[in-house]
């Protein structure tokens, strides 16, 4: 068993909705092993967008945003992509697809790449507003579809050699998989929590989910 870590969680989880087994492959009354893994798996992609938000707020705020980074861990890549057309599709990533980019520098112009709120795409694109304006200098980037596209009007970004600090998507897991959760343990709780939320939504209990938001916010610090 290759996946000890995540079938305790998946164990765990069946205790707390109520719904107690002996073995982590083992179905419940009421909700399978393969619901509970796929509870377990969203709550893990709810907790890696918590994460990269979390960072991304730290950061544009000029604070330091290492521990959000640091504890996403090995779901954090650093890549060098050659653009086509300047752009970049997010399924030739070589250190896997992206789930959120987190910083772009194009290597070929020796600029940091800015990112563009996806509500001014639009305005850049059309030249509407001269401050979105790019240049060799002035460069952007967005997601375009499942691609990263870079706005520059230097010759050479269409094919520039870029460097993407991004977090890669959620591989799921599976009791008794091949590969164990990769979330450091002093998260878990919290992945028991958003598990939990996940089941009560499935089956419409807003009570029950408001309670697991909660005890949420009260782990994360949010609510005294």
């Not at 050699?161 to 959620?170: A, D, F, M, P, Q």
């Not at 939990?196 to 807003?206: I, L």
């Amino acid at each position: 068993m290759a996946s000890p870590n995540f079938d305790a969680l998946n164990l765990q989880h069946s205790k707390n909705i109520g719904d107690p087994v002996a073995a982590a492959g083992t179905d419940g009354k009421r909700w399978s092993s393969a619901q509970r893994t796929y509870h377990l798996n969203e709550a893990i992609r709810r907790w890696i967008r918590k994460q990269y938000i979390a960072g991304m707020s730290r950061e544009s705020r000029s604070q330091d945003a290492g521990r959000a980074w640091e504890s996403l861990g090995s779901y954090v890549v650093q890549s060098s992509e050659t653009l086509s057309s300047s752009s970049l599709a997010f399924s030739s990533f070589s250190g896997g697809a992206p789930a959120h980019i987190i910083a772009v520098y194009n290597v070929t112009d020796g600029v940091v790449v800015k990112r563009l709120p996806q509500k001014f795409v639009s305005y850049a694109n059309s030249n509407a507003n001269s401050f979105l304006a790019s240049s060799s200098s002035n460069e952007y980037w967005y997601s375009e579809g499942d691609k990263l596209h870079i706005d520059s009007n230097s010759e050479g970004s269409a094919s520039a050699l870029v460097s993407v600090i991004y977090v890669k998507r959620h591989t799921d897991l599976s009791v008794a998989g091949a590969s164990d959760i990769a979330v450091p343990s002093n998260s878990w709780d919290q992945i028991q929590d958003l598990a939990f939320k996940v089941a009560m939504e499935e089956v419409g209990d807003s009570e029950s989910a408001a309670r697991g938001i909660l005890k949420e916010q009260i782990v994360n610090g949010e609510i005294a």
